[in-house]
């Protein structure tokens, strides 16, 4: 990692990382419109996606920050027997697994007030909120970990590029899952 933060250095490191997040951003965009027809035929559905890939782009930033700081103190060590590493990890999939059934309840709640029928049920729409979440709460860990890693071995702060990165593959991820969790339980 880089002894001398500067405004310059930061840039240099962030600049390319961001412009290749913005490029997944825009398929995020495309898989998103391939969505919409179901979308608006189930307002419920409609009101989780931003809070959906809300939740899971913050708690890999959670889990990311954590790890950051492990790996400025020195404490991280990428090893499998890492009882920080897993304690954080699965602290993240237990955030996940409560909050998210909130999230659809909310949702629907949400959607009850304001529509003027909600065609799927609340416990429909706590299960995929569920579901969406419990997968997207694995595949954030994944990716934190993966990109703090890869932030390491390259000399780069995580500090610097390792939330971007979480944030943005989770947005990514959570439209692609919540659509499929959509498909399995909805059809």
């Given at each position: 990692m880089?002894?001398?933060?500067t405004?310059?250095?930061?840039?240099?490191a962030?600049?390319p990382?961001?412009?290749g997040?913005?490029a997944v951003e825009?398929?995020?965009g495309?898989?998103?419109?391939?969505?919409?027809?179901?979308?608006y035929?189930?307002?419920?559905?409609?009101?989780?996606?931003p809070v959906?890939?809300g939740?899971?782009g913050?708690?890999?930033?959670i889990l990311?920050?954590?790890?950051s700081?492990?790996?400025?103190l020195g404490?991280?060590?990428f090893?499998?027997?890492?009882?920080?590493?897993?304690?954080?990890?699965?602290?993240?999939?237990?955030?996940?697994?409560?909050?998210f059934?909130?999230?659809?309840?909310?949702?629907?709640?949400?959607t009850?007030?304001?529509?003027?029928?909600?065609?799927?049920g609340v416990?429909?729409?706590?299960?995929?909120?569920f579901?969406?979440?419990?997968?997207?709460?694995?595949?954030?860990?994944?990716?934190?970990?993966v990109?703090?890693?890869l932030?390491?071995?390259?000399r780069?702060d995580?500090d610097?590029?390792?939330?971007?990165?979480v944030?943005?593959?989770?947005?990514?991820?959570?439209?692609?899952?919540?659509?499929?969790v959509?498909?399995?339980?909805?059809?």
């Amino acid at each position: 990692m880089p002894e001398e933060w500067t405004v310059s250095a930061i840039v240099r490191a962030t600049l390319p990382v961001l412009l290749g997040l913005t490029a997944v951003e825009i398929g995020s965009g495309l898989v998103l419109e391939s969505f919409e027809a179901t979308l608006y035929r189930h307002p419920s559905l409609l009101v989780l996606v931003p809070v959906t890939i809300g939740t899971a782009g913050n708690l890999g930033s959670i889990l990311a920050s954590r790890l950051s700081t492990s790996f400025h103190l020195g404490t991280l060590t990428f090893a499998a027997t890492d009882d920080d590493l897993a304690g954080n990890a699965l602290a993240t999939v237990t955030l996940a697994l409560t909050v998210f059934p909130l999230v659809g309840a909310g949702a629907w709640g949400a959607t009850a007030l304001t529509a003027a029928q909600t065609d799927l049920g609340v416990w429909t729409v706590v299960a995929v909120s569920f579901a969406s979440g419990a997968v997207l709460a694995l595949l954030a860990v994944v990716v934190t970990v993966v990109a703090t890693y890869l932030a390491y071995r390259l000399r780069l702060d995580p500090d610097d590029v390792v939330i971007p990165v979480v944030t943005n593959v989770c947005d990514v991820l959570g439209i692609v899952v919540l659509f499929a969790v959509v498909q399995l339980l909805v059809g």
